[in-house]
């Protein structure tokens, strides 16, 4: 059974940084495209950063320049670093495969930028 949990959110002030954490089991990781989600409340989850399997990143115009994504296939790890955080990157965090078809969703982890 597909197993995601994520990990390292917390509560962080404006232009402060985070790294999030996705550990993946119960899949053969290194060969699917993943990606990390997010969703504020009262709005839709989406796509915020996605990585492939050769590790080419790709990025929601609203996080470019401020996220990193990377993946450790050693690990079947996915990792987050958000810098430069603002109040509006407020969410749960959540990983899955790209198109994320995995239909169990991980708990997630929440981020909360504010002063």
């Known amino acids: 059974q597909v197993q995601l949990v994520e990990s390292g959110g917390g509560l962080v002030q404006p232009g402060g940084s985070l790294r999030l954490s996705c550990a993946a089991s119960g899949m053969l990781f290194r060969i699917y495209d993943m990606g990390w989600y997010r969703q504020a409340p009262g709005k839709r989850r989406e796509l915020v950063a996605r990585i492939n399997t050769a590790g080419n990143p790709n990025y929601a115009d609203s996080v470019k320049g401020r996220f990193t994504i990377s993946r450790d296939n050693a690990k079947n790890t996915m990792y987050l670093q958000m810098n430069s955080l603002k109040p509006e990157d407020t969410a749960v965090y959540y990983c899955?495969?790209?198109?994320?078809?995995?239909?169990?969703w991980g708990q997630g982890t929440q981020v909360t930028v504010s002063s």
């Open positions: 899955n495969r790209d198109p994320p078809v995995i239909p169990t």
